[in-house]
């Protein structure tokens, strides 16, 4: 079995991470991304992840672990094996002002309008979910970022539940720190 946490980026994945990490899971993680402004308690990604359609066997290092690749790359995984997915959900809205306040931080500007990013991700994400639909070998748990941030408990134990794990939800549930939710939406969820 195979944990992942995924989703958009700047949709919550290396909250789910930092979680995991607390409640006693094992992380498959590198740190050579190391924490900054825009992720002040560290992104635990795993680099060898964006090699994953060129070496999808890679993936085999996360056996008994969870590991973060983001959505564009869960097409990547290969079949035969069995994955569990905590798929993390965020309006696209924040995502995107997430995303522009970052690249901002870095001196960069996202030269692409909202209204085209929107619609590419949406389609990206249509796509992805109907993969994720057609795989008998893959489980798949939705988690609201808003919901994640309402009722972090809450969320902790739909997580240990899904994951069948012996997980300290408490030590999960304080690794939620709303004073990091910055980019938020105007709009409805």
Do not use: C
Not at 68 to 88: C, D, H, N, T, W
Not at 115 to 144: E, G, I, Y
């Amino acid at each position: 079995m195979i944990t992942i946490v995924s989703g958009l980026p700047r949709s919550g994945t290396s909250l789910m991470m930092q979680m995991l990490n607390a409640g006693g899971m094992p992380v498959l993680t590198d740190g050579e991304r190391k924490s900054d402004t825009d992720n002040p308690r560290g992104y635990l990604e795993w680099e060898p992840a964006k090699q994953l359609p060129k070496q999808p066997d890679r993936i085999d290092e996360a056996e008994g672990k969870v590991v973060k690749v983001i959505s564009q790359l869960l097409l990547a995984l290969p079949a035969g094996r069995e994955y569990r997915i905590i798929f993390m959900e965020r309006p696209l809205p924040e995502v995107l002002a997430s995303q522009d306040e970052m690249l901002r931080r870095r001196g960069t500007t996202d030269t692409v309008s909202h209204d085209v990013m929107t619609k590419a991700f949406q389609d990206h994400l249509n796509k992805v979910n109907a993969w994720l639909r057609d795989k008998p070998n893959v489980s798949v748990l939705r988690v609201q970022y808003h919901d994640l941030l309402r009722d972090a408990l809450d969320s902790a134990k739909a997580v240990q539940k899904f994951l069948g794990s012996a997980l300290n939800v408490a030590a999960m549930a304080q690794q939620v720190d709303s004073s990091l939710y910055r980019q938020r939406s105007t709009s409805p969820a």
